[in-house]
């Protein structure tokens, strides 16, 4: 996980959340996210280096739609990057004040 983008792991969070993680879903959560429109020629090439890397594995949703699943070793290393991160902002107290 060390080796990934911050918008990678933005990827891998956001389809591990989805009931139907799809491109278009996909991109429609980080558009929200982002406050901006991600364009197909960020996130696309972003998605295969996922799958290349073995954290997301591709499917077909149907003829013109491919659907992601984070893979066991993707679920893994999720988890131990956010047992790294917990160690650094477990004691971080949020201000429900402005």
């Known amino acids: 996980m060390y080796d990934l983008t911050g918008f990678q792991r933005d990827i891998l969070y956001v389809i591990i ?9 996909v991109k429609a959560e980080l558009d929200d996210y ?4 991600i364009n197909h020629g960020r996130l696309y090439p972003n998605l295969d280096d996922l799958v290349d890397k073995g ?14 699943t984070v893979t066991q070793r993707g679920r893994r290393e999720i988890e ?6 917990s160690q650094y ?7 429900t004040t402005s």
């Open 89 to 95: 902002i477990e004691n971080i107290k949020v201000s």
């Open 80 to 85: 131990a990057r956010r047992e790294w991160e």
């Open 34 to 37: 982002y406050e901006q429109e």
């Open 55 to 68: 954290l997301l594995k591709k499917g077909e949703l149907d003829k013109r739609t491919n659907m992601y």
């Open 17 to 25: 959340g989805l009931e139907e993680p799809h491109g278009l879903a």
